[in-house]
T-cell receptor, first 114, second 111 residues
Framework: KQEVTQIPAALSVPEGENLVLNCSFT??????LQWFRQDPGKGLTSLLL?????REQTSGRLNASLDKSSGRSTLYIAASQPGDSATYLC?????????????FGTGTKLQVIP | SQTIHQWPATLVQPVGSPLSLECTVE??????LYWYRQAAGRGLQLLFY??????ISSEVPQNLSASRPQDRQFILSSKKLLLSDSGFYLC??????????FGSGTRLTVV
């Protein structure tokens, strides 16, 4: 059974700092991995989707990497801003499994202090 | 463009009352549709998914049911709500090898 871990559960950084959020998974047979942000009381907003054949994806100040061999993905946020404060979740879709088999991490709650 | 609408945003219902939450998708055809529940301090739990009209699969036994009367419409229902049904309900869709797109969620409080 796939297990997805996000450590730390919470993180507080000063504005302007570059930071890395981690997502670890136990089964490397994945189809894709998706990063989301969730603001309090809101739905999940997709940030980046990395297919199994890709090593990284970039969108603006965000860069997500994928290393299947080590069972790890990282989300890099450059020059953090207070508006980046949210909970960040990763979701892993298994190879050969539909989206009903997706496993979500429990998230990292990020606070960027002005 | 592809969008997903979910309503209502918040709902307070008494125990024993019925429930109907609706989700509609625009800009795509034959999507896979999902209902998730997110309890406070816990992860996302898949409740139902659907790969087509009238096709519903349930992941966990519960007091809820789902229906898909049209290709881009997904409804979550209950005949009699329990206190334990309180939570944050999220609808999502996916197509092919793409990722999830989530709705804005419904905060349900059963009193």
């Amino acid at each position: 059974k796939q297990e997805v871990t996000q450590i730390p559960a919470a993180l507080s950084v000063p504005e302007g700092e570059n930071l890395v959020l981690n997502c670890s998974f136990t089964d490397s047979a994945i189809y894709n991995l998706q990063w989301f942000r969730q603001d309090p009381g809101k739905g999940l907003t997709s940030l980046l989707l990395i297919q199994s054949s890709q090593r990284e994806q970039t969108s603006g100040r965000l860069n997500a990497s994928l290393d299947k061999s080590s069972g790890r993905s990282t989300l890099y946020i450059a020059a953090s801003q207070p508006g980046d404060s949210a909970t960040y979740l990763c979701a892993v879709r298994p190879l050969g499994g539909g989206y009903q088999k997706v496993t979500f991490g429990t998230g990292t709650k990020l606070q960027v202090i002005p | 463009s592809q969008t997903i609408h979910q309503w209502p945003a918040t709902l307070v219902q008494p125990v024993g009352s019925p429930l109907s939450l609706e989700c509609t998708v625009e800009g795509t055809s034959n999507p896979n549709l999902y209902w998730y529940r997110q309890a406070a301090g816990r992860g996302l739990q898949l409740l139902f998914y659907s790969v087509g009209i009238g096709q519903i699969s349930s992941e966990v036994p519960q007091n809820l049911s789902a229906s898909r009367p049209q290709d881009r419409q997904f409804i979550l229902s209950s005949k009699k709500l329990l206190l334990s049904d309180s939570g944050f309900y999220l609808c999502a869709w996916s197509v092919g090898g793409g990722g999830y797109t989530f709705g804005s969620g419904t905060r349900l409080t059963v009193v």
